[in-house]
């Protein structure tokens, strides 16, 4: 079973930048998928980017050519850089992560970060 633990959220003005890292207790080899969702208030989780273990990603459109998703295999951490931040990106951001075994696949969610860009 895996953890996962953020950090680096903080209050950034708009346009600046901010880099979250997410550290995994486990082998990143053993995880199928690994992503950041983000959760704004009084409203649904929502996927911000995901990265599979061939390396592909994918990204909301709202954060496209913003934001960067990137894993270090050998550190067992994951990053989201981000760059161009609107108040809109304001949110608690979570890592969240995949694995398969025993027949049934199985996800693990980090405790959050806050990032707030003011308006």
């Known amino acids: 079973q895996a953890q996962l633990v953020e950090s680096g959220g903080a209050l950034v003005q708009p346009g600046g930048s901010l880099r979250l890292s997410c550290a995994v207790s486990i082998s990143m080899y053993s995880l199928n998928s690994m992503a950041w969702y983000r959760q704004a208030p009084g409203k649904q989780r929502e996927l911000v980017a995901r990265?599979?273990?061939?390396?592909?990603?994918n990204y909301a459109d709202s954060v496209k050519g913003r934001f960067t998703i990137s894993r270090d295999n050998e550190k067992n951490t994951i990053a989201l850089q981000m760059s161009s931040l609107k108040p809109e990106d304001t949110a608690v951001y979570y890592c969240h992560a995949d694995q398969y075994y025993s027949g049934s696949t199985h996800e693990y969610w980090g405790q959050g970060t806050q990032v707030t860009v003011p308006s």
């Open positions: 990265i599979i273990s061939g390396g592909t990603t």
